[in-house]
């Protein structure tokens, strides 16, 4: 396929109260100009702060503005809030339709040549931008997945896919759409990665809402088996990212419940409790949190005696 590159090469106006105006470019692996406005779909995402994302919105860019020097701008119609601090980040995502011609002549129509999903970080009050954490690698995940690729295929970096699937994140507009029960489906990253690859060892069910807006559906995870150890946690982290201490600051999951009101979830037992759903592991997790502080490092932590990386061993 000819291919879709993107590359944002600057962002501006992310301070307090102004719109981000972000300059980009799209080209085919050639290196030739591709038009913006002849994509059928070409998406911006905003999203903060580094620290913990916490927001993300979504804009179609197609009507971006050319430069002149083959570069495009888009001016966000979302402002950032005046009481907003820290670093952002924005993301680009999008593909064109090509018909490929397999060596027997035969056509293959209409397929997606997807493009991969460029993060610039920006600052709104820091000096310098500050990126978000790395705790796992797309590299990692993609020598299983050759080319991991989710959403219609338009996702594909684990860069990007943070800045949507936060610790607030949750499937309830797909589920209300879809007239699916009741309470929505927590989708934070790390709990959701953690519970698909456990899928039929972890013991309870784990249902989100999703496809397309037009096309809505409950997706059951139970039945994936992971090929390999989740006990070797670098085939998807960065050495080190997977134990506690983490970082401070980190926001807790909300976890949806019946009666409509959030359950938080501390940011170490919420990674934990993606694989351990077995009682009496909950309680002991809920045990060790006292007034949402979480004390796992004092026997978990990095060289204790029950450190993530010894009783993982295999
Ligand atoms: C050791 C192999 C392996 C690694 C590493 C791995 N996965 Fe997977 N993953 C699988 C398998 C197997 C499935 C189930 C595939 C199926 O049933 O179609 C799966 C399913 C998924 C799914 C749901 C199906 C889909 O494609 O939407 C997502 C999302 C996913 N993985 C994301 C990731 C991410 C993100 C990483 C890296 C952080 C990762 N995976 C690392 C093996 C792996
Ligand atoms: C622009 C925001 C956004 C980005 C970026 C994003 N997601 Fe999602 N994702 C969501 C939302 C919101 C949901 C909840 C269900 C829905 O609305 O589709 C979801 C649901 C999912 C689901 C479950 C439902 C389904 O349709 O399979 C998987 C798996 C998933 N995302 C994986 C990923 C991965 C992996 C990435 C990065 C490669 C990613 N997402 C990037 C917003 C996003
Ligand atoms: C299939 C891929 C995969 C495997 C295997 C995996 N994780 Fe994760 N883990 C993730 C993803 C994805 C995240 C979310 C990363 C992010 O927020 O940037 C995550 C996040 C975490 C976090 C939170 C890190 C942070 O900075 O917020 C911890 C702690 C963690 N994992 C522990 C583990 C442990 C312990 C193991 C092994 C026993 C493990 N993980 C195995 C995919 C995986
Ligand atoms: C990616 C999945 C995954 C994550 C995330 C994970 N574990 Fe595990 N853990 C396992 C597996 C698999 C075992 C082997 C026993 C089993 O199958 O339950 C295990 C075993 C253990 C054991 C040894 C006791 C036992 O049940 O065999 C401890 C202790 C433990 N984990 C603590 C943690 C802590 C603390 C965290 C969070 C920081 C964590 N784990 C995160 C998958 C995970
Ligand atoms: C006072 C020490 C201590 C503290 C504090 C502590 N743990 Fe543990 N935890 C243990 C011991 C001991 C085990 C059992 C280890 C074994 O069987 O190898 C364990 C087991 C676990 C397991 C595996 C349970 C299973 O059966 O699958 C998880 C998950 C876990 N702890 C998470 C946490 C989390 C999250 C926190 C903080 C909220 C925490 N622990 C705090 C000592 C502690």
Redo the contacts with the bound molecule.
């Keep these: 396929m000819p291919g879709v590159v993107f590359e944002i090469l600057k962002i501006t106006g992310g301070e307090p109260g102004n719109n981000p105006v972000v300059t980009f470019t799209v080209k085919n692996k050639q290196g030739e100009r591709l038009d913006p406005s002849r994509l059928p779909n070409l998406r911006l995402?905003v999203a903060w702060p580094t620290a913990d994302y916490k927001i993300?919105v979504?804009e179609d860019a197609r009507k971006a503005k050319a430069s002149g020097d083959g570069s495009y701008t888009y001016k966000f119609k979302y402002a950032i809030p005046s009481d907003a601090t820290g670093s952002g980040a924005v993301?680009i995502q999008g593909f064109t339709v090509v018909d490929i011609k397999k060596p027997n002549g035969d056509l293959i129509k209409a397929q997606r040549d997807v493009g991969f999903n460029f993060v610039r970080y920006f600052s709104i009050t820091d000096k310098e931008p500050m990126p978000r954490r790395k705790a796992v690698k797309i590299e990692n995940c993609n020598v299983c997945h050759l080319k991991?690729a989710?959403?219609g295929e338009m996702?594909?970096?684990?860069e990007?896919?943070v800045?949507?699937?936060n610790a607030g994140?949750n499937?309830h507009?797909?589920r209300d759409s879809a007239k699916g029960r009741m309470p929505p489906q927590s989708?934070h990253y790390k709990r959701?990665i953690h519970r698909?690859h456990t899928g039929a060892n972890l013991g309870e069910p784990f249902v989100?809402?999703?496809?397309t807006p037009a096309k809505p559906g409950a997706?059951d995870f139970s039945d994936i088996r992971f090929p390999g150890d989740r006990r070797n946690c670098v085939k998807c982290h960065v050495p080190g990212a997977n134990e506690p201490p983490l970082p401070a600051g980190l926001l807790p999951t909300l976890i949806p419940q019946p009666d409509g009101s959030m359950k938080a979830l501390q940011p170490i037992t919420s990674a934990c409790v993606g694989c351990h759903t077995a009682e009496p592991a909950k309680l002991h997790m809920e045990t060790m949190t006292f007034n949402g502080q979480e004390s796992c490092v004092t026997c978990h932590g990095v060289g204790r005696s029950f450190a993530v990386s010894k009783v993982h061993q295999r």
């Design positions: 995402v993300a979504e993301g991991l989710t959403h996702r594909n970096n684990t990007f896919c800045m949507c699937h994140q499937d507009e797909k989708v959701l698909i989100v809402y999703g496809g997706i």
